[in-house]
């Protein structure tokens, strides 16, 4: 069973959005860029954990304001947690993210999370 923590969350869910589903999505709003999250379940399966054991991660993660739930939506970004998940797609993922993003894509969200 795989350690829990709320990095290792999303360094799994860059994994799942990049390298399983290969779809991101993005909503905009005024001032906000927003990455749609894994589901909680998607997450659990992918870490091989039970569900339960990723919820309260979800709950810290909305008290540290990375992620918002939104109803009928699911889970998106926050702009410090869409910062977070580019910092890491950038990091250690950007051949992958080119393939998926494309350069200009991947450059507005660079300059758009700095």
Same mark, same amino acid.
């Given at each position: 069973?795989?350690?829990?923590?709320?990095?290792? $969350?999303?360094?799994?869910?860059?994994?799942? @959005?990049? /390298?399983?589903? =290969? *779809?991101?999505?993005?909503?905009?709003? &005024?001032?906000?860029?927003? $990455?749609?999250?894994?589901?909680?379940?998607? @997450?659990? /399966?992918?870490? =091989? *954990?039970?569900?339960?054991?990723?919820? &309260?991660?979800?709950?810290?993660?909305?008290?540290?304001?990375?992620?918002?739930?939104? /109803?009928?939506?699911?889970?998106?970004?926050?702009?410090?947690?869409?910062?977070?998940?580019?910092?890491?797609?950038?990091?250690?993922?950007?051949?992958?993210?080119?393939?998926?993003?494309?350069?200009?894509?991947?450059?507005?969200?660079?300059?758009?999370?700095?």
């Amino acid at each position: 069973m795989a350690a829990l923590s709320v990095d290792g $969350i999303f360094e799994a869910a860059v994994k799942i @959005l990049l /390298e399983e589903e =290969k *779809v991101i999505n993005l909503v905009f709003s &005024p001032g906000n860029l927003m $990455i749609r999250f894994p589901t909680t379940r998607r @997450l659990a /399966e992918y870490l =091989k *954990v039970p569900h339960y054991y990723v919820l &309260p991660y979800f709950a810290m993660m909305e008290e540290m304001q990375l992620v918002t739930r939104a /109803e009928r939506v699911g889970i998106l970004t926050t702009p410090s947690g869409t910062k977070k998940l580019v910092e890491i797609i950038t990091g250690g993922y950007r051949d992958t993210a080119l393939l998926l993003l494309g350069e200009n894509v991947l450059s507005h969200l660079e300059s758009r999370t700095r």
